[in-house]
């Protein structure tokens, strides 16, 4: 059965009880649980860790965005007497590579899953689905189905009105959102950003590093290449056909293959 705890403000939780472990960072919007999928497939031969990122799901707010202050904060969950196996995606392969980038000791591979350490131009739809989803009624909602409908037009794609609706939760008579909304909106030029001047005088990670990309993805392109050797000079690189950014969701059993592949080698 799966543990759930909070350390440090960081709200995790666990699976498995043998063999080498195994931590996964989620994206915007996202949450631990996202990963329980491939989370219970690995979790028959390695220990587990689902992590809610700050700003999200359970763990606690903070009063800025910053990569390296949440690498920090996720490396605290850490120990180099039992070095992890990190896997992040989008958001949460930005921390996992400033993770490994700061903290070499405590990562023993690394895989990212569609995002490279650069700089990307405003993505505004991310900015819309934040205003959306701060100037929907909470106090009007009934029943989460009354959200679903409120969000139909500025989010149209139902699975990504579905993904964002998971951040929905009961609080109390009422609803609320679990994100840091305000805070995300405001700094989502640093959350599409890279910390390359925090990072100016850090050697690079020499462990092995995995990247999955999405095919239609436009997150992890060759002009980045120079990027992600530069920092992860140790770097193999799969991309899987008919996945866009949301690799591990689009096609979670060839990821799962890639994934084991690389945690065996």
């Avoid at 490279?116 to 819309?128: C, H, I, L, Q, T």
Wanted: overall charge negative.
């Amino acid at each position: 059965m799966p543990s759930a705890s909070r350390s440090s403000g960081l709200h995790t939780t666990e699976l498995g009880e043998s063999g080498p472990l195994v931590a996964f960072c989620h994206g915007l919007f996202g949450q631990g649980k996202n990963w329980t999928t491939a989370a219970k497939a690995l979790a028959v031969d390695h220990r587990v860790l689902l992590v809610d990122m700050p700003h999200h799901g359970r763990s606690a707010w903070r009063e800025r965005f910053d990569y390296v202050e949440m690498a920090d904060e996720v490396a605290g969950l850490f120990s180099a007497d039992d070095p992890v196996a990190l896997v992040g995606h989008s958001m949460g392969g930005k921390a996992a590579m400033v993770l490994a980038l700061r903290h070499p000791e405590l990562v023993e591979r690394l895989c990212v899953v569609d995002v490279a350490p650069v700089a990307y131009p405003e993505r505004s739809e991310f900015g819309g689905y934040i205003e959306a989803m701060l100037a929907l009624d909470l106090d009007g909602l009934e029943r989460r189905s009354d959200a679903d409908e409120a969000l139909t037009e500025a989010v149209p794609h139902p699975t990504v009105r579905s993904f964002l609706l998971q951040n929905l939760r009961r609080d109390g008579d009422g609803w609320a959102w679990m994100p840091n909304l305000e805070v995300l909106g405001r700094d989502l030029d640093l959350l599409g950003g890279w910390p390359e001047e925090a990072l100016a005088d850090t050697p690079p990670y020499r462990g092995r590093t995995l990247w999955i990309a999405g095919e239609t993805s436009p997150y992890v392109e060759d002009e980045y290449a120079a990027a992600m050797d530069r920092w992860f000079p140790n770097t193999r690189r799969v991309t899987v056909k008919g996945a866009g950014h949301w690799v591990h969701s689009e096609q979670p059993e060839v990821f799962l293959e890639v994934l084991r592949r690389f945690l065996a080698g």
